[in-house]
Structures are given as structure tokens and as C-alpha cells.
């Protein structure tokens, strides 16, 4: 089992920004990390990936706003987010995949942290 530890968030007035980290606890070097957000009455969203080889992609709700980056030494990854909107507020996730060998197989399995909450202002 992997630990998802997460940090950051709070209450930011729009326009302002924020920064999330997120570290995972294992020896193995992450395939991928994402965050992802949840409003209240909303359906989960995937806001930004980030690959082991450093590739990044984001919903175009946040593309240009929010940079996701990473150091896959240490297994943490960062969300950089600017120009905060009230539609921004919500529970944001940390999702850390990683591959592990299952018999003569390679599986991948996801770990969630518990999520940190972000709300601006208008």
C-alpha cells in the first residue's frame, strides 16, 4: 500500500493563486501522478497529469492557468495554479500510478490521497 500524502489549498480570492504538493511514499518511481477536483453536485475532473518522462496535459479549463510539475526522484509532484476562479473551488486530489510486476505481468495501480480543499473567493 501506498501512502498519498497532500498539502496546500485553503481560501484564495480571485485571481489569486495557489500551490499543491503531493508526495507518494514508495521506493518505485511513479508512472504518472494527477490531480483531479471534485465539486459539491459536480462530477469528478481530471485537471492535470504529469508522466514519469515529465509529459504533461491538462483540462482546458485550467490550460494555461495551472502548471502542473514534478520531481520523480523524490515521487512529488506540484500544482502551480494562477488566476484563481470561483469555479475552481473545489476538493482537489492527488492520484499516484505506479507499476508493479504481478507475476510474469506489469500492473498498474492507482493511490489516492485524501484530498484538500481549495475554495476562492469572488
Known amino acids: 500500500q501506498v501512502q498519498v500524502a497532500q498539502s496546500g489549498g485553503g481560501l484564495v480570492q480571485a485571481g489569486g493563486s495557489l500551490r499543491l504538493s503531493c508526495t507518494a511514499g514508495?521506493?518505485?518511481?511513479?508512472?504518472?501522478m494527477s490531480w483531479y477536483r471534485q465539486a459539491p453536485g459536480k462530477q469528478r475532473e481530471l485537471v492535470a497529469t504529469?508522466?514519469?518522462?515529465?509529459?504533461?496535459s491538462y483540462a482546458d479549463s485550467v490550460q494555461g492557468r495551472f502548471t502542473i510539475s514534478g520531481d520523480n526522484a523524490k515521487n512529488t509532484v506540484y500544482l502551480q495554479m494562477n488566476g484563481l476562479k470561483p469555479e475552481d473551488t473545489a476538493v482537489y486530489h492527488c492520484?499516484?500510478?505506479?507499476?508493479?510486476?504481478?507475476?510474469?505481468?506489469?500492473?498498474?495501480?492507482?493511490?489516492w490521497g485524501r484530498g484538500t480543499q481549495v475554495t476562492v473567493s469572488s
Open positions: 492520484n499516484a500510478v505506479f507499476a508493479e510486476k504481478v507475476g510474469r505481468n506489469v500492473e498498474e495501480f492507482g493511490y
Open positions: 514508495s521506493h518505485v518511481r511513479f508512472t504518472r
Open positions: 504529469i508522466t514519469g518522462g515529465g509529459s504533461t
